[in-house]
């Protein structure tokens, strides 16, 4: 594998910023290593990313809607194509902000955002600093009283109704950072794993950097979430009598980093748009595969597990990409059925490694789509940041004349029929699996939320039908009356 650091270039008469000493600029990866190559032809025979589904399975079909990926590319693969077709220059980080003002195209002076293509070559900083722009670092503290608030927070970290967003705010963004460092502490995995420190914060430091913080959904507040989600699926009898240490580690881990570097838009978008990473990776997984490939190169990049044997080390990047692949939803049916004939037939024994591995991937699935199971006070701002990111998708697919993704129009969906749907094809099979497997007050809970979830957006949506027939009643009777009265009767005209 070839490694390229690129550095950015200073002048000569300023001192190097400290930011800069810690950060190596860009990493790209060579497409001949076994890793960061595209995925094995002899594996891509058995698995084409399609999904083998019953016409009359409904659960199956909403699945496949959400993550079609049938399409497929006309020719021979190359590495990393990334300048064969025009929407490989659109800048998936200020593409949203950039078309809330009306253009794509409007940037000048310093105003202007750095373009930063879906790629490993992360040049985001080494770009500010060639044009003089301060880099922009959130302190870890607004001060005494919030910390104070926060480290009152984090006493509570393993309850289901934790407020991520206002944890967020009384660490000032850093939520990902805190979260993570305290969980991996608690555990004693610091020690443990003998990790150090610098370099812990530094790759933490740079996974919560490398989220689209102005993706309305998939950002490090998304990421802090799942996070804490999944502490809480640890912390469960089944999981916690059964995990070792490493199992912890590994699921923390991928937690942090099962979004990372997302461009807050779908495997379908990529796919269509003939991004060079849907190539790469044959467009199977493909988000999933970029966000592993991400987080590995930053483990790398920082030297987090160097001290650990080769071996070790590799065998923690693949079964982090195992966990991470996992959250593939349009892989969904195939880990619900093999969860739900393990448990059928009661053979899913956790003192085998492989079958703790799989509890592991079910729980990050869980924690990944467990906004509908939470209270309506956090649900309701998760459901609507979602769709704003759907929507935004829409958006950019209809200015660039594609054709629009499903639940992406924001003339044709509303927030209620996408939720509904979602919860009854998606999450309501999972969960209600995940409550067999660990039949706990927690499952419980979750189901209840969801249930009552569901019902709100049930009524929501009947309000809103209401509302638009009576305004399509309304619209009818005026224009029947504005046509009645440009009618001129007979005897008016003779007179």
């Known amino acids: 594998m070839e490694v390229c650091y690129q550095l950015p270039v200073l002048p000569l008469d300023r001192p190097v910023p400290k930011h800069v000493l810690s950060r190596r600029g860009a990493i790209s990866f060579s497409s001949s290593s076994s890793l960061f190559g595209a995925p094995d032809p002899r594996q891509l025979s058995q698995r084409r990313g399609a999904i083998s589904y019953d016409s009359s399975d409904q659960t199956a079909l909403y699945i496949r809607m959400l993550g079609d990926v049938r399409v497929r590319s006309q020719v021979g693969f190359e590495p990393e194509r990334r300048s064969s077709h025009p929407y490989l220059c659109i800048d998936f980080r200020t593409l949203h902000t950039r078309l809330s003002c009306g253009s794509l195209s409007s940037d000048s002076?310093?105003?202007?955002?750095?373009?930063?293509?879906?790629?490993?070559q992360r040049y985001l900083h080494s770009s500010r600093l060639l044009r003089g722009i301060p880099q922009q670092i959130p302190l870890p503290i607004l001060d005494e009283d919030y910390s104070g608030q926060a480290r009152c927070m984090l006493e509570k970290v393993g309850n289901w109704n934790f407020d991520i967003f206002l944890f967020d705010k009384l660490t000032n963004g850093n939520s990902?950072?805190?979260?993570?460092?305290?969980?991996?502490?608690?555990?004693?995995?610091?020690?443990?794993?003998?990790?150090?420190?610098?370099?812990l914060w530094r790759f933490l430091v740079l996974v919560q950097e490398d989220y689209h913080n102005d993706n309305p959904y998939h950002n490090s507040v998304h990421a802090a979430d799942v996070t804490q989600a999944m502490y809480c699926y640890l912390q469960e009898p089944m999981l916690a009598k059964?995990?070792?240490?490493?199992?912890?580690?590994?699921?923390?881990?991928?937690?942090?980093?099962?979004?990372?570097?997302?461009?807050g838009v779908n495997q379908p978008f990529l796919i269509k748009s003939d991004h060079y990473l849907a190539t790469l990776y044959r467009n199977t997984s493909v988000l999933e595969n970029h966000h592993w490939k991400s987080a590995v190169g930053l483990l790398r990049e920082t030297g987090l597990f160097s001290h650990l044997p080769a071996e070790d080390s590799m065998n923690m990047e693949r079964e982090l990409g195992s966990l991470i692949l996992a959250t593939d939803i349009s892989r969904q049916n195939d880990y619900l059925s093999r969860f739900r004939t393990h448990l059928d037939q009661e053979s899913l024994c956790l003192?085998?490694?492989?079958?703790?591995?799989?509890?592991?991937?079910?729980?990050?699935k869980c924690a990944d789509i467990c906004n509908p199971c939470r209270p309506w006070e956090l649900s309701k701002q998760w459901s609507e940041k979602v769709t704003e990111e759907f929507f935004q998708q829409g958006d950019i697919e209809k200015k660039h004349?594609?054709?629009?993704?499903?639940?992406?129009?924001?003339?044709?969906?509303?927030?209620?029929?996408?939720?509904?749907?979602?919860?009854?094809?998606?999450?309501?099979?999972?969960?209600?699996?995940?409550?067999?497997f660990s039949n706990t007050r927690l499952s419980q809970t979750m189901l209840g939320h969801m249930g009552l979830n569901k019902a709100s957006w049930s009524g929501l949506q009947q309000e809103q039908t209401i509302v638009s027939e009576e305004a399509e009643l309304s619209t009818a009777s005026e224009e029947a009356g504005g046509s009645r009265s440009k009618e001129i009767p007979q005897g008016s005209r003779e007179s």
């Open 176 to 199: 990902l950072i805190t979260l993570t460092i305290h969980l991996l502490n608690q555990y004693g995995l610091v020690d443990l794993f003998q990790l150090d420190m610098v370099k």
């Open 242 to 263: 059964s995990l070792t240490s490493y199992d912890i580690l590994l699921g923390i881990l991928a937690a942090a980093t099962h979004d990372l570097d997302h461009p």
């Open 109 to 120: 002076g310093t105003e202007k955002r750095v373009h930063r293509l879906l790629s490993f």
């Open 401 to 436: 004349k594609l054709e629009v993704s499903p639940l992406c129009d924001r003339e044709k969906n509303t927030i209620s029929n996408i939720q509904i749907g979602f919860m009854t094809y998606v999450a309501e099979p999972l969960f209600g699996e995940w409550a067999r």
């Open 351 to 364: 003192s085998n490694a492989s079958h703790r591995h799989f509890a592991l991937q079910m729980a990050l």
